[in-house]
């Protein structure tokens, strides 16, 4: 990805700011810019709970090149509190532990690197709540 | 919603799909191969320059070969200049979507006849980098930046599935089972063995015996790729080109006597992302796109004789056959463990190995799930032929639904 590419991107995938519409309230993550529930163009940042349950997972044994030294890793789609669903890694658990339904909560870490003088991405991941 | 004009398909031709027998050819080849095929299979009074234009189904030669424009390129290299010629580019269904392009082109009434074809030549790249060229079709910034890959993406979709509707891997697996015997059926496919022949072929060489499918679809030898997804239940990575011609009705009966009509087409979009969808068990775009088709075809679930459905994994062989309305929503393990979608089940479901066995050179897929409905409703498939079939189905899907179409084709 571009240097430029990926800082437009921080702010989102720093702090997990998706987009509200002020005119019917539903929420997206990606943000966007038009509602695609009522098509006003009334959209606000907005910030996503960071909490959750997993929805659907696998583990990736054949990951992507730049994810190569992460396999193999677990991802899944995590419902929020605030009821939007989002794609991510899993990570702090083992593959027999995960469970549809876990509750888990965003956490602060290294994506990828690109290459080895390539930028260095962050963003977010899962792990499991302690309760 | 009706066609202005009725199209038919007058002609199809392929080679087959593989990951070897291409190694020495470019698209460039591997186009024209199938594309003399499609040409010679016209029965009478055809030629060349009666090709209006070119609707060509493509997914990446950008990557694959550094190869862009393939339309024009086509075009110059099979000598139809100055004729019209596009590309069309929807992920996996490029090519069927290319049909319905076509179709619609002959529909308005600006041309008679037009060729669609789909071409992919992936081989040239090594398999990490053709993971990375198909996760294109994905969203870069939030599902491949997740490090999700497609085997990933369905796997999610299957263990959602699981738990929802209570399916189980024996049921993905009795899919690749049935397909890959199928597959032995059809010379066009990239792999014609039966997974019971694999199973003693591999054990042979490591000392092993394999008491039935299952016993080896379990073991090492068909390892994980992305829970619960295994080497099996994905499609191969191939090269291969396929090509359908097109006419208007009334001008079809000039080149044949049995021309095979479009009767129903349908297509929709869906969010790019997975997560974007309000559920992971089903395609809506599939069942859109299909009761766009089947109304347009005045037609029913019940009525269709055959279907070839997208079947890149065999979840999403699965997921087809529900949300196509051939068995409730949750059953769709179910019937294939059955036998239901067999050769000689009472809804057969790709007779021509699908995806998984017939091979998936992305941008080809769609024209070669026309070619299989031309030959299947003329009769011609040979011994994976469905005996009187009438009424058949295609269902061609980009990455993890964002495009789906489907078109219905009878006699």
Do not use: D, H, T
């Given at each position: 990805m571009s240097v430029p590419r990926y800082w437009r991107e921080e702010k989102y995938r720093y702090r997990l700011i998706g987009s509200r519409c002020s005119k019917c309230g539903e929420i997206f993550f990606p943000r966007r810019l038009v509602c695609s529930k009522c098509r006003s163009r009334q959209l606000r940042d907005y910030k996503l709970s960071e909490k959750g349950r997993i929805v659907s997972w696998t583990i990736i044994r054949n990951p992507p090149k730049e994810y190569e030294k992460y396999a193999p890793y677990a991802v899944g789609l995590i419902e929020l509190d605030d009821g939007l669903k989002i794609i991510s890694q899993l990570v702090d658990l083992e593959p027999e532990e995960i469970k549809t339904g876990m509750r888990v909560e965003a956490t602060f870490r290294k994506i990828r690197e690109?290459?080895?003088s390539g930028i260095i991405e962050y963003g977010y991941k899962f792990r499991p709540v302690i309760e | 919603m009706n066609l202005s004009r009725d199209v038919a398909l007058i002609g199809a031709g392929m080679t087959r799909f593989h990951n070897k027998i291409h190694a020495d050819k470019t698209s460039r080849e591997i186009f024209l191969e199938a594309t003399l095929e499609a040409i010679n299979s016209v029965d009478k009074n055809f030629e060349f320059k009666d090709i209006e234009a070119l609707f060509l189904g493509t997914f990446s030669g950008d990557s694959f070969e550094n190869q862009a424009h393939m339309a024009a390129l086509m075009a110059d290299w099979l000598g139809i200049n100055p004729k019209p010629a596009i590309r069309i580019e929807d992920a996996c269904a490029s090519s069927g979507v290319a049909i319905s392009m076509g179709a619609m082109a002959i529909a308005s009434g600006l041309y008679d006849i037009v060729m669609v074809g789909g071409v992919e030549k992936m081989t040239s790249l090594d398999t990490n980098k053709v993971t990375d060229t198909l996760a294109m079709a994905a969203d870069n910034l939030f599902e491949v930046s997740a490090g999700f890959t497609f085997p990933g993406l369905y796997a999610s979709i299957a263990t959602a599935h699981f738990a929802k509707h209570g399916s189980r891997w024996d049921q993905l697996a009795a899919v690749s089972i049935k397909n890959h015997y199928n597959g032995s059926l059809n010379p066009k496919a990239h792999f014609q063995t039966s997974v019971l022949d694999v199973a003693k072929k591999m054990g042979e060489s490591r000392g092993l015996t394999f008491k039935d499918e299952m016993e080896f679809l379990r073991?090492?030898?068909?390892?994980?790729?992305a829970y619960p997804l295994r080497l099996f239940d994905c499609c191969p990575i191939s090269d291969g080109a396929a090509v359908v011609i097109l006419a208007e009705a009334k001008k079809a009966k000039r080149f044949t006597d049995t021309p095979i009509f479009l009767k129903g087409l349908g297509q929709a979009s869906d969010t790019m992302c997975l997560s974007n969808r309000e559920d992971l068990t089903s395609l809506k775009g599939t069942k859109i796109a299909a009761q766009q088709a089947y109304k347009m075809a005045g037609v029913k679930p019940k009525d269709i004789d055959l279907a070839v459905v997208h079947d890149c994994f065999t979840i999403a062989e699965i997921l087809a056959t529900e949300d196509l309305g051939f068995f409730p929503k949750g059953e769709g393990g179910v019937a294939a463990e059955e036998g239901r979608t067999a050769i000689n089940g009472d809804k057969p479901v790709n007779p021509d190995g699908g995806l998984k066995a017939k091979g998936h050179p992305v941008g080809a897929t769609g024209a070669a799930m026309a070619y299989e409905m031309f030959k299947q409703l003329r009769g011609e498939a040979g011994k994976h032929q469905i005996a009187d079939a009438e009424i058949g189905l295609s269902h061609n899907v980009g990455a993890s639904g964002a495009t789906v179409t489907v078109q219905i084709y009878g006699k």
């Open positions: 690109e290459g080895s | 073991s090492p030898l068909n390892p994980v790729v």
